[in-house]
């Protein structure tokens, strides 16, 4: 297996998880809290769709499925287009109110922009240095393997979230 193929194959996982989580949801458990402050399912995984936009649209040098397809104009957030969640208030996540059909398909432009990114990658690629800002300096590889954790960390707490509003019959 290549470097590329098993990021593709990690990447794929995501994409599994987000549509699990996804399944059969109504917009009542996709904006259900646990508390007043807690993130929602939806909010969550736009918030994972938009990390890997942004970042992987950076590393390809294209641009974000997000703007470039018309993503940010169908989710009509109170927000600019270049948001990605990070620095967001409990208004801002209870703002992010989509059903199902948007963010799976919002995420799954996001998976295929992904894979055809990845599929260009070969394992010297992996080194290359994007950001000598941190110290050590970010390579392409510490970019992804960020990524990955960042999604499967919020895709696993969505898939939480989901089992306490279905236990609450949310």
Same mark, same amino acid.
């Given at each position: 297996m290549t470097p590329s193929e098993l990021l593709i194959e990690e990447f794929s996982r995501i994409q599994g998880y987000v549509g699990a989580?996804?399944?059969?949801?109504?917009v009542a458990? $996709? &904006?259900?809290r646990a508390d007043a402050d807690a993130n929602t399912i939806a909010w969550l995984i736009w918030h994972l769709s938009r990390v890997q936009d942004d970042h992987l649209a950076d $590393?390809? +040098? &294209?641009?974000?499925?997000?703007? @470039?397809? +018309?993503?940010?104009?169908?989710?009509?957030? #109170?927000? @600019? #287009? &270049?948001? &990605? +969640?990070y620095g967001h208030t409990s208004a801002d996540v209870a703002a992010v109110r989509?059903?199902?059909? /948007? /963010?799976? +398909?919002?995420?799954?432009?996001?998976?295929t922009a992904t894979v055809a990114y990845l599929g260009t $990658?070969?394992?010297?690629?992996?080194?290359?240095?994007?950001?000598?800002s941190w110290t050590p300096?970010?390579?392409? @590889?510490?970019? /992804?393997?960020?990524?990955?954790?960042?999604? $499967?960390?919020h895709a696993g707490q969505a898939a939480f979230v989901r089992g306490l509003a279905d236990r609450a019959d949310a």
């Amino acid at each position: 297996m290549t470097p590329s193929e098993l990021l593709i194959e990690e990447f794929s996982r995501i994409q599994g998880y987000v549509g699990a989580t996804l399944k059969n949801t109504t917009v009542a458990t $996709l &904006t259900y809290r646990a508390d007043a402050d807690a993130n929602t399912i939806a909010w969550l995984i736009w918030h994972l769709s938009r990390v890997q936009d942004d970042h992987l649209a950076d $590393l390809a +040098g &294209t641009a974000q499925v997000y703007t @470039g397809q +018309g993503w940010a104009e169908r989710f009509d957030l #109170p927000f @600019g #287009p &270049t948001a &990605t +969640g990070y620095g967001h208030t409990s208004a801002d996540v209870a703002a992010v109110r989509a059903d199902a059909e /948007l /963010l799976v +398909g919002y995420y799954d432009a996001v998976h295929t922009a992904t894979v055809a990114y990845l599929g260009t $990658l070969v394992e010297a690629d992996l080194d290359r240095v994007i950001d000598e800002s941190w110290t050590p300096a970010v390579t392409v @590889g510490v970019r /992804l393997a960020s990524v990955l954790s960042d999604d $499967l960390q919020h895709a696993g707490q969505a898939a939480f979230v989901r089992g306490l509003a279905d236990r609450a019959d949310a």
